[in-house]
């Protein structure tokens, strides 16, 4: 057991810098997180953790953007700043101590070096709403979203949507990351991408400092340098996962599942092929944890394959499905296959994409799911 002083130098962190990163950088940054969802209280507690570590980089106090909602009569900021838990998104994970639930966006970003964003996607638009106006000029942020944004004028990835509305510049983590499991410490990989900004001068945050803030001994940080390539397999795998939900849910077996998983990966490295030529590194769909590693685990136990899975037993209507299963969680792979099959539909491109295809004819237009192997057969 330690000492009572060896315990609160714990508790304090350590004030001196290890030599690898001592006099590198020229401040401490402060940490803000915008959402707390399943992921955004995950991702909250390990950054918050190395704030509480290393306060020779970072501040200690990292609040954290709650949109405020109701529990049994009690604020959702108020039960996570006196419980230290997230009982709604994210129940019995103890949070630190040194994490704040703040209701007001604003106090969050305003003076915040770092932000980390993290929300379902179709929000995205509106909560940078509610950051406008702010000067981002020299601050940065990891968007940790997995989506894409399909309009009018066609697709663009999410860091660059927050770039464009905010004037602040976002780089990407992404990975095989279920949060439940991270947020127990179960050891995971994920990736980073960082490029630095067009302002960058020395001493400013680089993808070193990135990783110092996510790098946990349970959460393993591989730093890439393709944001694009790492935003299209996190956003497209939802659909996939729900295409191996199907399947299961009809009863197939396991080879059926990877039949789905193969195709899958297939059409998500089309996908930043054609809609962003010379982008994407392919190599990262096959060795980093945001290409096929994700593609695994979200098949095997997220959100997108229960939702697959109880559409194929019960036939219900997906978002019926999605509330009846997660409490207030989102399945992202039921927005972004609207999307994905709303651009291929503009570009007149359904044909190079028959598995992302037939999931969206499965769950939106009565196709049976016995045509799915047909539909994909090479
Ligand atoms: N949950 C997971 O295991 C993982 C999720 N992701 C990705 O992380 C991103 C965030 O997901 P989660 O944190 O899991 O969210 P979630 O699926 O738990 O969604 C709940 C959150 O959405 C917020 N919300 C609801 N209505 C809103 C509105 N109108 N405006 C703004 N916010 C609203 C709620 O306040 C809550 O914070 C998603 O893009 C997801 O694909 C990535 C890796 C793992
Ligand atoms: O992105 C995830 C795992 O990496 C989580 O996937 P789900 O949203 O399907 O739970």
């Not at 940078?128 to 309009?151: E, R, Y």
């Not at 995971?188 to 996510?214: C, V």
């Not at 037993?313 to 792979?333: C, D, W």
Request: aromatic share 8%.
């Amino acid at each position: 057991m330690p000492t009572p002083q060896e315990r609160l130098a714990q508790l304090r962190g350590n004030e001196d810098a290890p030599a690898s990163v001592a006099s590198k950088y020229n401040k401490r940054f402060r940490v803000g997180v915008i959402g707390s969802g399943n992921w955004g209280t995950a991702v909250a507690k390990i950054v918050a953790e190395n704030c509480l570590e290393k306060p020779y980089l970072f501040h200690r106090d990292v609040k954290m953007w709650v949109r405020e909602e109701e529990v049994s009569d009690m604020k959702l900021t108020d039960i996570i700043n006196s419980y230290h838990e997230n009982v709604k998104y994210l129940p019995e994970v103890t949070l630190p101590f040194n994490l704040f639930a703040e209701p007001d966006i604003r106090k969050v970003a305003d003076g915040a070096d770092l932000l980390v964003i993290n929300l379902p996607h179709q929000f995205l638009g509106s909560v940078c709403d509610q950051m406008k106006g702010i000067d981002f000029s020299k601050s940065s942020a990891i968007s940790c979203l997995k989506g894409i944004n399909v309009s009018a004028d066609g697709v663009e990835l999410l860091h660059d949507v927050v770039e464009k509305k905010l004037g602040l510049h976002c780089g990407v983590l992404s990975g095989a990351n279920i949060a439940s499991e991270v947020a127990r410490e179960r050891w995971s990989e994920t990736t980073i991408a960082f490029p630095l900004p067009s302002w960058y001068q020395q001493g400013d945050a680089d993808d070193n400092l990135i990783k110092e803030l996510f790098y946990r001994p349970y959460f393993h940080v591989q730093v890439s340098d393709d944001v694009c390539g790492a935003s299209i397999s996190g956003a497209l795998k939802n659909v996939v996962a729900l295409g191996a939900g199907l399947v299961e849910g009809a009863g197939w077996g396991d080879n059926a599942k990877a039949a789905v998983m193969r195709r899958g990966l297939l059409e998500v490295i089309m996908f930043g092929n054609v809609f962003f030529p010379g982008k994407c590194r392919p190599e990262t769909f096959t060795t980093e944890s945001a290409g096929v590693a994700d593609l695994i685990t979200s098949c095997a136990g997220g959100r997108n394959v229960k939702v697959g899975r109880a559409f194929a037993r019960t036939g219900k209507p997906l978002e019926v499905i999605e509330k009846e299963l997660l409490n207030g969680q989102s399945a992202q792979g039921i927005i972004t296959g609207r999307e994905v099959m709303e651009l291929l539909t503009a570009t007149k491109k359904e044909d190079e994409f028959p598995l992302l295809g037939a999931i969206y004819d499965i769950v939106h237009n009565k196709l049976h799911i016995s045509n799915l192997p047909e539909r994909i057969a090479d």
